[in-house]
């Protein structure tokens, strides 16, 4: 009852759009930060005298200590007021910057590269927890909405604009680029974040795995590990594909990854409306019309008007799942979305990470297509899994007459079609 009442109160509180906002802006600065370095390799190993594979472990790094850091953030810190713990974030954001402009070797240059992962980690594990205390219920969808376009403005622009700016300000002057705006998120975020206490209860104690044996959460996660890895299995080789397959120009190649990205800021903006009602029919469709694509980018994707018609509408509907997949975390474990958060996090990473390399090694033994199959049956997987934690999810509001106790079987039948118009 208590947490019945502190939601219904939530509800009517004025959202804060201007700290979702300065999050936003500090997601921009942290994805920038962690692709950078996928178009400065080469100035970067000539400068640092390392070699190429050694200055690409720079994003191996960051996506390690983000996985850890995820895991162990709500643990360590849960009791801490999470305002300070994001700010904290923020500034090793700041330092990390700094540590890689005047980075003076290797060592220096990957444990800057190390402080960005702690600060990708710790803020993205919070994101989902902290825009349900900001906003009401009904606009959570919106806030997730506006923090996720960050991620897709910065993952659309940070490789090209660092390698642009790397022309005429070399490597370091890129990296540098990103420290003046984490200043700002910093004292946007300080002036516009409320005090958020912690909870000294879930110190120490609050293990993510635990969740797991939760079955729609379990269900849940699942759905996204298959998502994640088809989408990183195909994503990953668009580049080769598109210049072996399809046969692009540069030119027509800038065209097509600027048209995935254009439209997945689109579908970012739009999702956030869309999932205001039928959640779950989402999560299921958006793997399954992903899959799709998947298969007619291998039957149609030898001609450049079907493959760039084919990756915009990638764009616009692969972009905005983390969107849907948060808002199912703030309503399956609303009590513990932060843990919930740091599990979702280290599932997404250890995803990408896993159908980058198994899309890799197929793409080097079968044939080009052989990634965009694998993914496309991983997509199905995750829609599958999907359905299996709506199964759960409606098992789990519907009463039964004989074990219904007088005055509450009403109330909670009203409280599962509230909860069916807004999540189904």
């Known amino acids: 009852m208590n947490m ?26 942290l994805i920038a930060s962690e692709f950078m370095p ?33 895991l162990l953030n709500t643990p360590l810190t849960g009791h801490l007021d999470r305002k300070k713990i994001l700010l904290a974030f923020t500034l090793l954001l700041t330092v990390s910057g700094l540590m890689v402009t005047f980075a003076i070797n290797g060592i220096m240059f990957m444990a800057g590269r190390a402080l960005l992962g702690v600060a990708i980690g710790g803020f993205w594990s919070m994101s989902t927890a902290t825009v349900m205390r900001l ?50 998120a910093f004292i946007w975020q300080w002036r516009s974040i409320p005090s958020m206490p912690g909870n000294k209860k879930q110190a120490g104690s609050a293990n993510p795995f635990v969740l797991l044996r939760v079955p729609q959460v379990a269900l849940g996660m699942t759905g996204i590990v298959f998502l994640f ?59 399954l019309m992903m899959a799709l694509l998947a298969g007619l980018l291998i039957v149609l994707g030898s001609t450049f008007p ?51 390399g198994i899309g890799g090694m197929l793409f080097d033994a079968v044939g080009w297509w052989s990634p965009f199959a694998f993914g496309l049956l991983l997509l199905l997987g995750s829609a599958i899994a999907a359905w299996l934690a709506y199964r759960e999810w409606k098992g789990c509001i519907e009463v039964k007459p004989d074990v219904a106790v007088a005055g509450i079987a009403p109330r909670m039948k009203a409280t599962s079609s509230i909860r069916k118009r807004e999540q189904l």
């Not at 970067?44 to 070699?51: C, G, N, V």
């Not at 993952?155 to 705006?181: E, K, N």
């Not at 513990?336 to 990470?353: D, S, Y």
């Open 4 to 29: 019945i009442h502190q939601q219904q109160n939530h509800a009517h509180t004025p959202p804060a759009w201007g700290a979702i906002f300065s999050m936003a802006l500090g997601v921009v600065v």
């Open 38 to 70: 996928v178009s400065l390799l080469t100035p970067i190993a000539h400068d640092l005298t390392l070699s190429q594979g050694q200055a690409g472990q720079a994003i191996s790094v960051s996506g390690l200590f983000a996985v850890l850091t995820s």
């Open 135 to 184: 906003v009401p219920t009904y606009a959570v969808a919106k806030g997730l909405a506006l923090i996720n376009g960050g991620n897709a403005l910065a993952a659309t622009v940070a490789a090209p604009l660092g390698s642009f700016l790397g022309q005429y300000i070399g490597w370091r002057g890129s990296f540098f680029v990103v420290v003046p705006l984490a200043v700002m």
């Open 229 to 287: 890895m088809g989408q990183f299995a195909i994503f990953t080789y668009l580049r080769p594909f598109l210049e072996e397959i399809t046969q692009v120009s540069v030119t027509q190649l800038s065209l097509t990854l600027l048209a995935l990205g254009l439209f997945g800021l689109l579908g970012t903006w739009a999702i956030g409306h869309l999932l205001q009602t039928r959640l779950y029919a989402w999560l299921i469709s958006i793997p």
């Open 306 to 356: 079907a493959a760039v018609t084919l990756l915009a509408l990638w764009g616009l509907i692969a972009t905005p799942a983390p969107v849907a997949w948060g808002l199912w975390l703030s309503r399956a474990v609303p009590d513990n979305a932060e843990a919930g958060g740091g599990l979702m996090v280290a599932v997404i990473q250890l995803a990408i990470t896993l159908g980058a």
